[in-house]
């Protein structure tokens, strides 16, 4: 279970590299690895405990949507990781968003994409 949890982590940091390096100076992790390793960390809390929590209160609009609303929640919880990081303040460490809610859409869209890979690697 450990093992899982440090591979979820390890594959969040590594996608948020790529989108860095994809997305230049919309989308920026300071603090290098250990920012990256950070945010992974909290990546995978938020989609370990958070987000089920999240997609079982607002099950109708995703019902409704034909689970277009996973976006928005995905969307919140980029911003969510952002808002926890700048609040604790790590040192050097800091999630950079520039371009508004389209950048937090594609980072939600990768981000879901990424977790699903890391989820179908883990289960096979």
Do not use: C
């Not at 980029?78 to 050097?92: E, G, I, N, P, T």
């Amino acid at each position: 279970m450990i093992k899982r949890f440090i591979l979820h982590i390890l594959a969040n940091a590594v996608a948020l590299y790529i989108i860095v390096n994809v997305m230049e100076g919309s989308f920026m992790v300071t603090g290098s690895w250990k920012g990256l390793l950070i945010a992974g960390l909290f990546f995978g809390i938020l989609n370990g405990f958070i987000k089920p929590l999240i997609k079982i209160i607002t099950l109708p609009f995703v019902f409704i949507t034909a689970g277009l609303f996973t976006l928005v929640i995905n969307m919140f919880l980029v911003w969510f990781a952002k808002y926890a990081l700048d609040v604790l303040q790590f040192k050097d460490v800091a999630i950079l968003v520039e371009g508004g809610w389209v950048t937090y859409l594609y980072v939600g869209i990768i981000m879901a994409f990424a977790n699903m890979i890391i989820h179908w690697l883990v289960k096979n």
